[in-house]
């Protein structure tokens, strides 16, 4: 069974910096795209970051520099350097991975979430 196991996150001031972290844990064959989304109660799910097995990297247009996303692809986990975070990033984060299996299924995983608050 595949999960995702996400690590990281909490309270932090505005300015500050944060490090998320998501392994991929179970039986794959390959990994695709990891990501990073958030989500804020009453709005959509929101891509932060998202890297691709080529190395490819999209981020959404509210990051603008501050953060880094980037991946250990020997332990399958992906990671999320956050800097300089601002009120509005308070968000719960959830981690993703596009993964294929040894049938040459593929299959989306969403990690547990974990809560950033950023506040004085």
């Known amino acids: 069974q595949v ?4 690590s990281g996150g909490g309270l932090v001031q505005p300015g500050g910096s944060l490090r998320l972290s998501c392994a991929v844990s179970g039986t794959i064959f390959k990994i695709y795209t990891q ?3 958030r989500q804020v109660p009453g ?5 932060v970051a998202e890297i691709h097995s080529d190395g490819k990297i999209n981020y959404g247009d509210f990051v603008k520099g501050r953060f880094i996303i980037s991946r250990d692809n020997a332990d399958n986990t992906v990671y999320l350097q956050m800097n300089n975070l601002k009120p509005e990033d308070t968000a719960t984060y959830y981690c993703n991975a596009d993964t ?12 547990q979430g974990t809560q950033v608050t950023v506040s004085p």
């Open 3 to 6: 999960q995702l196991v996400q």
């Open 100 to 111: 294929e299996d040894s049938e040459r299924l593929y299959y989306g995983y969403w990690g």
């Open 35 to 37: 990501g990073w989304y």
């Open 43 to 47: 709005y959509a799910r929101e891509l």
